[in-house]
């Protein structure tokens, strides 16, 4: 398997989830091993800031990456459809702290990504087959990979605390079709009861009852309707995958999460890139 990039640059744009700030993203090709990189373009120097895992920071609801004093957000939805694209070097261009929530999912990229065409590079892909079984978290919030050779396969349990947001579970095996059909449609979520306090720490200042799923305590979803019945599941992959891609390697491996959010997910990765060298 060879390293990839795209053909063509394209321009993306729009508001923060968590920021509310309005960013502009110009996504070009880069060379092989170069790997994702984003770069500050409004910080003086236009600093780098590589998707590596080294690079991962504070994990607020979203993934955070920080390299010096530059800090790039929200980065996962993007990650997660470079990974599923099988994309390895791309470089990003943004003239703010946050990706683009967009409609809260990652079909904007998907679209944008698979416009601008694959361009395969002369050096091997990295490729990371799992050996050892890893398992991080505990009691209801468990995360395990274990060897499985064919690809990525994940399987997900959703439960939550509150009776009306239901018991959801998904099972897949990772490639592009699937991602495009059955992951990159699926929508970020929150509790109506959460958003107040979110807001007062200061993230979801972009969101909205349009670019987020809003639960009602009744379980409806407020000014919205569902793409899929089980959309919350399917979110919850997509930022999986956009977690595991901080590995920097095609994996192999069988995910199984019951309740992880991205906090977890960064323990398993980091528990990953350690054992399994
Ligand atoms: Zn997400």
Not at 32 to 40: M, N, S
Not at 106 to 117: E, I, R
Request: aromatic share 6%.
């Amino acid at each position: 398997m060879q390293q990839q990039t795209i053909q063509n640059a394209f321009t993306l744009s729009g508001i923060g989830l968590h920021t509310g700030a309005e960013v502009h993203v110009h996504v070009q090709p880069a060379p092989a091993d170069a790997g994702i990189v984003f770069v500050r373009s409004d910080l003086p120097g236009k600093p780098r800031v590589e998707a590596r895992l080294e690079n991962l920071h504070q994990q607020m609801r979203c993934t955070t990456l920080k390299q010096g004093n530059a800090e790039v957000i929200t980065t996962e939805h993007l990650l997660a459809t470079c990974y599923a694209l099988q994309l390895d070097n791309l470089l990003v261009e943004m003239d703010g702290q946050e990706m683009p929530g967009i409609d809260g999912s990652a079909l904007p990229f998907y679209q944008a990504l698979s416009k601008a065409g694959v361009q395969r590079q002369a050096a091997e892909a990295k490729e990371l087959v799992l050996r050892h079984e890893v398992q991080v978290g505990k009691e209801k919030a468990l995360l395990r990979a274990s060897s499985y050779d064919k690809g990525l396969k994940i399987e997900y349990v959703l439960e939550h605390d509150v009776a009306y947001v239901p018991a959801q579970y998904l099972i897949l095996e990772l490639s592009a079709e699937k991602f495009a059909r059955e992951i990159a449609p699926a929508r970020t979520f929150v509790l109506k009861r959460e958003v107040e306090h979110l807001r007062s720490v200061g993230l979801g200042k972009g969101a909205n009852t349009h670019n987020t799923l809003v639960i009602a305590e009744n379980g409806t979803i407020i000014e919205n309707t569902l793409r899929f019945p089980d959309e919350f599941v399917r979110h919850k992959v997509l930022d999986l995958i956009g977690d595991l891609a901080l590995l920097g390697a095609r994996l192999k491996a069988f995910v199984s999460a019951s309740r992880s959010g991205h906090q977890l997910n960064a323990e398993l990765v980091r528990e990953i890139a350690k054992t399994q060298e």
